[in-house]
T-cell receptor, first 113, second 115 residues
Framework: GNSVTQMEGPVTLSEEAFLTINCTYT??????LFWYVQYPGEGLQLLLK?????DKGSNKGFEATYRKETTSFHLEKGSVQVSDSAVYFC????????????FGTGTRLLVSP | GAGVSQSPSNKVTEKGKDVELRCDPI?????LYWYRQSLGQGLEFLIY????????KSGLPSDRFSAERTGGSVSTLTIQRTQQEDSAVYLC?????????????FGPGTRLTVL
C-alpha cells in the first residue's frame, strides 16, 4: 500500500539554523508529493508540492526535491525563524483512482530565539 | 476569495448522541474530502466526493459514520451514536478537480469532543 514515513519530532533548533526534515514514501504508480504545515491554532496549509521526479517545490524559503531513486522528499530551509515553529506533514497522492492524501505522522519544529 | 469553511468549530457531545458536521468548499471546487486528525492515529482519510457522489468511502471507520454532499457544494458528515474514540478534529478539504496534481485546500476543522 501507499505510505509516508517522516522523522520523529520534536526538532528543536535555534534561529538561523539549517533545517532538514526527512520524508520517504512507498507508493505504486507515480505519486505527487506535498508538504503541509500546521501553525499553532491554525488549519493545514499547503507549503509546497512536486508532481514528478526531480521537480523541486519551494515556498517561503523552504525547498524539497522529488527523488524517485531514493523515494524521498526531504524538506529543507537554510535559516529558520521563530515563526517557522509548527507541525510539518509530508503527504503523497497517487494517480491510480485513489484521490486521498496519505499523510506522514507529522514533525513538530520548535525554533528558539 | 473565501476558503473552505467548517461549522461548528467546536462541538462537545455526550456519548450516544448523533452529531452533524458541515463543510462549505471553495466555490467551483468539484472534489471534496473529509479527514480526521486524532492523537493516536494522525491524519486519516475518511471519504471523498466527486460532485455529489462518493467513489471512495474506504476510510469511514464504521457504519455509524455517513456523509452526503448536495448541489455539488455543501457536505455534511454525520456520526451516529457517538463514542469517546470519535473525539478528534474533523477536517474538510476541497480541490478544483480530483486530478492527482491538484492542491487540496483545508478548512480550519471541527474539534469534536465526546464525553
Amino acid at each position: 500500500g501507499n505510505s509516508v514515513t517522516q522523522m520523529e519530532g520534536p526538532v528543536t533548533l535555534s534561529e538561523e539554523a539549517f533545517l532538514t526534515i526527512n520524508c520517504t514514501y512507498t507508493a505504486t504508480g507515480y505519486p505527487s508529493l506535498f508538504w503541509y504545515v500546521q501553525y499553532p491554532g491554525e488549519g493545514l496549509q499547503l507549503l509546497l508540492k512536486a508532481t514528478k521526479a526531480d521537480d523541486k517545490g519551494s515556498n517561503k524559503g523552504f525547498e524539497a526535491t522529488y527523488r524517485k531513486e531514493t523515494t524521498s522528499f526531504h524538506l529543507e530551509k537554510g535559516s529558520v525563524q521563530v515563526s517557522d515553529s509548527a507541525v510539518y506533514f509530508c503527504a503523497l497522492r497517487t494517480n491510480e483512482g485513489f484521490q486521498k492524501l496519505v499523510f506522514g505522522t507529522g514533525t513538530r519544529l520548535l525554533v528558539s530565539p | 476569495g473565501a476558503g473552505v469553511s467548517q461549522s461548528p468549530s467546536n462541538k462537545v457531545t455526550e456519548k450516544g448522541k448523533d452529531v452533524e458536521l458541515r463543510c462549505d468548499p471553495i466555490s467551483g471546487h468539484t472534489a471534496l474530502y473529509w479527514y480526521r486528525q486524532s492523537l493516536g492515529q494522525g491524519l486519516e482519510f475518511l471519504i471523498y466526493f466527486q460532485g455529489n457522489s462518493a467513489p471512495d468511502k474506504s476510510g469511514l471507520p464504521s457504519d455509524r459514520f455517513s456523509a452526503e454532499r448536495t448541489g455539488g457544494s455543501v457536505s455534511t458528515l454525520t456520526i451516529q451514536r457517538t463514542q469517546q474514540e470519535d473525539s478528534a478534529v474533523y477536517l474538510c478539504a476541497s480541490s478544483l478537480t480530483a486530478g492527482n496534481t491538484d492542491t487540496q485546500y483545508f478548512g480550519p476543522g471541527t474539534r469534536l469532543t465526546v464525553l
